[in-house]
C-alpha cells in the first residue's frame, strides 16, 4: 500500500541550534527524506543558525555529513541529496548577540509559512523570542517549535511558558514531544475512535490493567551531567509515558482537533491521583558485564539520580476506577522496547472445563521496535486433543501489514514538522498539559528528595529491580515481558 503525501505549504523553516546534535541526527535527515517524498515544495527554505562563523556553503557541507551519517538508505540519492542542500541557507547568530539578525530578516519571507525550531537549550528561548520580535522577522502568523526537557518542575515550566507568551500567542507554540509523533501512537487514536469494537470494553468493567514500559537499552551517553540532575522521571515519565497515558485514557474528544484531544488529555492528568510512596520504585543501573554502573557514567559516587522508575498510578473518574495503570521506564535494560499493554479481565464463568489455564485478552500497542499492535486471543489449540485453549496473537506490524517501505516509514520528527507547517497543534502539548504533568510529579519527586531515597541497584541488562517486580506481584499481576 502506497501513502498519500500530500503536499504543505511552501515555507521558510529557522533551525536555531542548526549545527546541533538534534539537528544534524534528526531534524535535517528527517526534511530531506520529506524532500524526497515530494512533501516539501519547491521554493521552501530550510535556514540554519548558531554561534559558528561558516558560510552556507559550509553549513550545506556539515548537513551533507549529516545526511550521510543518519539519513539511512535515502542518503544514497545524491541528486536528490544535491536538490535538497540547495534550498539550505546559514546564519551565524548569537540568540544572546546582536550580530546576524538583519541577515536573518532579510532571508525570512513573509508571504509564505515561518516556523522557527528552537533546537537550543532552554535558557536561550527567551532570548530568541525577543529578538525575533524586535528585528520584526517573527510575524503574528509565524511558529515556534520548542523542544523538551519543557521546565524541570511546576516553577520552571510556568515560567517558560510566560516567556514565550510574551511574545507568541498559545496556538503559534508547537511543544514538541516526539513520542506522539509515532505512527503507533497515531493508530491508538485510529483504533480506539474508528472502530465500534474496542471504545464499548475500555472501561473498568472490562480492563483489568493497564502497563505502559519504555525500556531503553542505551545508558546515559554523554548527557551524564544533565541526566543526574534530571532523572527518569523528569526525563521520561512527565512527558513521554504521561502522554501515552493520556491518550490511552482519556475520553473521547468531540472531534480530532487540537483543543478538543488536548482538553481531554488535560482531563486525565488533573484526575490523576497522588500516588503513595511504596507504589513507587526507584532504581539505579550497576555495572553489568559490558559497562560501568550510572555512578561511573555520570561521575557522582553519591548520586541519588533514579535511571529507573516503576509506579502504579490511579485515575479518579467513573472510567477508570480501582484500574491501576502500571508505568515504567529505565536506561540499561534487556532490550530496547516500548509499549502499552491493556489487559482486559477473566471471563466471568467459562464453559471450557478440560482447561484449567487462565485465558485473558491483550491489546498491545508496540511503539518500538517494529511499530505495531497485536491482540491476543484465545482459540482452539489445532488437532484432536479435545478442547484445549490456546492464546495466539493477531499480529499487526505496521510496515508489513501495511506493505510500508523505509521511505514511507516516517520519522516522529519528520512527521510532526509537517504539522508545525501545516498549523496542526493535535500532537504538540499545550502549556497548560505540560504545568498540569508537573504539578502532579513535583510533589512525589519532592517527596522522594525530602527523605533522601537511595534507589535501588539494579543489574545493567536486566528488567529493572526486584522491587519492581514486587510492585505487581504484590496485586496479583506480573509485568510483560520486555522484549526487543
Ligand atoms: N539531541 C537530542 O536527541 C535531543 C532530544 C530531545 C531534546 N533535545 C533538546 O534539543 C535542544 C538541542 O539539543 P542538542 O542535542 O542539539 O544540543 P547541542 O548538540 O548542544 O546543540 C546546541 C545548538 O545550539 C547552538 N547554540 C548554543 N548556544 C547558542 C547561542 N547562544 N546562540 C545561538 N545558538 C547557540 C549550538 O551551536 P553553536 O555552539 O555553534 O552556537 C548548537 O547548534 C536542547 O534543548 C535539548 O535538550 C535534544
Not at 473498568?204 to 551531567?225: F, L, P, S
Request: aromatic letters at 8%; charged letters at 25%; hydrophobic letters at 40%.
Amino acid at each position: 500500500m502506497v501513502s498519500r503525501v500530500i503536499p504543505v505549504d511552501t515555507f521558510d523553516l529557522v533551525i536555531f541550534g542548526g549545527t546541533g546534535d538534534l539537528a544534524r541526527r534528526k531534524i535535517l535527515p528527517g526534511l530531506f527524506r520529506r524532500f524526497l517524498s515530494g512533501q516539501m515544495p519547491e521554493g521552501s527554505r530550510i535556514i540554519g543558525a548558531a554561534r559558528s562563523e561558516m558560510d552556507s556553503d559550509g553549513y550545506r557541507e556539515m548537513i551533507a555529513d549529516a545526511v550521510a551519517e543518519f539519513g539511512g538508505e535515502e542518503s544514497k540519492d545524491k541528486k536528490g541529496l544535491q536538490a535538497f542542500l540547495a534550498c539550505l541557507d546559514y546564519v551565524a547568530i548569537d540568540a544572546k548577540g546582536e550580530g546576524g539578525w538583519a541577515e536573518l530578516a532579510a532571508l525570512v519571507r513573509h508571504d509564505v509559512v515561518q516556523a522557527f525550531y528552537f533546537s537550543v537549550a532552554p535558557s536561550l528561548f527567551g532570548d530568541l523570542a525577543e529578538r525575533l520580535h524586535s528585528n520584526k522577522i517573527a510575524t503574528s502568523d509565524s511558529r515556534i517549535v520548542v523542544e523538551k526537557p519543557f521546565g524541570r518542575d511546576l516553577e520552571s515550566a510556568r515560567a517558560l511558558n510566560a516567556t514565550l507568551a510574551a511574545h507568541f500567542d498559545e496556538s503559534q507554540i508547537y511543544r514538541i514531544d516526539h513520542y506522539l509523533g509515532k505512527e503507533t501512537v497515531q493508530n491508538l487514536m485510529a483504533v480506539r475512535f474508528g472502530n465500534v469494537l474496542f471504545e464499548p470494553l475500555w472501561n473498568n468493567h472490562y480492563v483489568d490493567h493497564i502497563q505502559i514500559t519504555v525500556a531503553e537499552t542505551v545508558g546515559v551517553g554523554g548527557r551524564g551531567a544533565y541526566y543526574d540532575k534530571s532523572g527518569a522521571m523528569r526525563d521520561m515519565v512527565q512527558n513521554h509515558l504521561m502522554q501515552l497515558l493520556c491518550l490511552i485514557a482519556m475520553e473521547p474528544p468531540s472531534q480530532f482537533g487540537a483543543d478538543s484531544v488536548r482538553d481531554e488529555k488535560l482531563k486525565v492528568i488533573r484526575a490523576l491521583q497522588p500516588i503513595d510512596h511504596h507504589h513507587i520504585v526507584r532504581g539505579q543501573y550497576d555495572a553489568g558485564r559490558d559497562g560501568q554502573g550510572y555512578r561511573a557514567d555520570v561521575e557522582n559516587p553519591r548520586s541519588f539520580t533514579e535511571s529507573f522508575i516503576a509506579m502504579r498510578c490511579h485515575i479518579a473518574n467513573w472510567r477508570w476506577a480501582g484500574v491501576p495503570f502500571y508505568l515504567r521506564t529505565g536506561k540499561r535494560m534487556k532490550a530496547r522496547s516500548s509499549e502499552i499493554a491493556v489487559v482486559f479481565k477473566d471471563l466471568g464463568h467459562s464453559i471450557f472445563e478440560e482447561d484449567e489455564a487462565r485465558h485473558r485478552n491483550i491489546l498491545s500497542i508496540r511503539l518500538q521496535p517494529n511499530e505495531g499492535m497485536d491482540l491476543q486471543v484465545t482459540i482452539k489449540e489445532p488437532g484432536p486433543g479435545g478442547m484445549r485453549l490456546i492464546d495466539v496473537p493477531l499480529d499487526m506490524t505496521f510496515a508489513e501489514a501495511l506493505g510500508a517501505d523505509d521511505h514511507e516509514v516516517t520519522d516522529a520528527y519528520e512527521r510532526l514538522i509537517m504539522d508545525v507547517i501545516r498549523g496542526n497543534q493535535t500532537l504538540f502539548m499545550r502549556g497548560d498539559e505540560v504545568e498540569a504533568a508537573w504539578a502532579w510529579t513535583d510533589p512525589l519527586i519532592n517527596a522522594w528528595e525530602a527523605r533522601n531515597d537511595v534507589p535501588k541497584l539494579y543489574d545493567a541488562g536486566s528488567a529493572g529491580p526486584e522491587d519492581a517486580m514486587m510492585l505487581l506481584h504484590r496485586d496479583g499481576r506480573r509485568w510483560r515481558e520486555i522484549k526487543g
